[in-house]
């Protein structure tokens, strides 16, 4: 079980600095776009799509490497209002949700991947893309937020433990 937790934890590593990768490139296609715009030397009509599919694919890529960290936005209202039983019986509840919609989210786009990969379809802006890679970042990153999502509901911790190490544990 052990092995299992670490090659995931490196997974999610990887899969956050990948998304870290994405930003670098996304940054350095803004600027060679505008480099090229201003001097009048070439125009990347391509730099605006690509960057709308990276800013996507960084954030699925992200989301689960931050949830496990525990860097998401929660609700600080449990810790500060809720005491006791009642804090933890609403925490376990918000958990509950957030896995049904992460898994919702993952089966329809699970469909819709397999559906666009069944039907060769693309989506068409300045390049040409496969429609099912842009459905498959949402599978994978609502799907790693589901695995997250159901540790935290079927073991003990919380989110608000352990506020002061935010760090992938290796």
């Keep these: 079980m052990s092995v299992i937790y670490k090659v995931y934890n490196y997974f999610l590593q990887g899969c956050a600095l990948l998304a870290g990768l994405l930003l670098i490139t996304m940054i350095l296609l803004v600027i060679s776009n505008i480099i090229g715009r201003s001097t009048g030397l070439y125009s990347q009509v391509w730099t605006i799509p690509v960057t709308d599919y990276c800013m996507q694919f960084m954030v699925m890529l992200a989301a689960p490497a ?3 960290r525990k860097g998401h936005i929660f609700m600080e209202v ?3 209002y809720l005491s006791g039983k009642l804090r933890t019986v609403v925490e376990r509840f918000v958990y509950f949700i957030c896995l049904v919609v992460c898994v919702g989210v993952t089966w329809l786009a ?3 991947a397999f559906q666009s990969f069944m039907q060769h379809t693309f989506d068409t802006r300045a390049i040409d893309i496969p429609a099912w890679i842009l459905y498959f970042s949402l ?5 790693l937020m589901a695995i997250e999502f159901a540790r935290l509901f079927l073991i003990t911790e919380t989110m608000f433990e352990d506020s002061e190490n935010r760090g992938l544990e290796i």
């Design 66 to 68: 931050i949830l496990r």
């Design 139 to 143: 599978v994978l990153g609502f799907g």
């Design 78 to 80: 449990l810790q500060r």
């Design 110 to 112: 699970g469909g819709e």
